[in-house]
């Protein structure tokens, strides 16, 4: 069984029942599970004459606190009775989930199925392409569908 279970968090309305799911799979295995949010590099926030208002930096400490808020109000929703860590990366999305698997020690990394032709599609299949390569252990790809009535 998954010991140390990955979640790279999505925006889909898929993600409510990975988590569940997630919940499921670190309760019956007694694991723990890693929340991860990878945020896209942010630009310096400027005004109309090209002043710099915020730097990358202060926008990206803005950014890790504010995301790091929901992850933990998520955790507390969707994840109640598991062990939680959270964690938030800024950079490529599907570079940083293949690195923090590794780093982490992922048994078992969860994503819900994405739509074929999405966005999301290309950079899940990038991740599982890179998470297969990159660990010298083996790491598995749970990839979740809610059924629809």
Do not use: Y
């Not at 925006?11 to 499921?24: D, G, N, S």
């Not at 991740?127 to 790809?141: F, H, K, N, Q, Y």
Request: hydrophobic share 45%; net charge positive; proline share 5%.
């Amino acid at each position: 069984m998954a010991k140390r279970i990955l979640v790279p968090i999505e925006r889909t309305k898929a993600m409510e029942f990975t988590l569940r799911v997630v919940r499921m799979l670190a309760g019956e295995s007694g694991g723990i599970v890693r929340l991860l949010e990878v945020v896209p590099i942010p630009e310096p926030l400027r005004d109309s004459r090209g002043w710099i208002l915020l730097t990358t930096d202060q926008r990206m400490e803005r950014l890790a606190i504010s995301t790091a808020e929901e992850l933990r109000r998520l955790a507390a929703l969707h994840l109640d009775g598991v062990p939680v860590e959270t964690s938030v990366i800024f950079g490529e999305r599907a570079d940083e989930i293949a690195l923090e698997a590794e780093c982490f020690n992922a048994d078992l990394v969860v994503m819900p199925l994405p739509r074929r032709r999405s966005p999301v599609a290309r950079i899940t299949e990038r991740a599982r392409r890179l998470l297969a390569g990159r660990s010298a252990t083996e790491i598995d790809v749970l990839r979740v569908s809610a059924l629809r009535a």
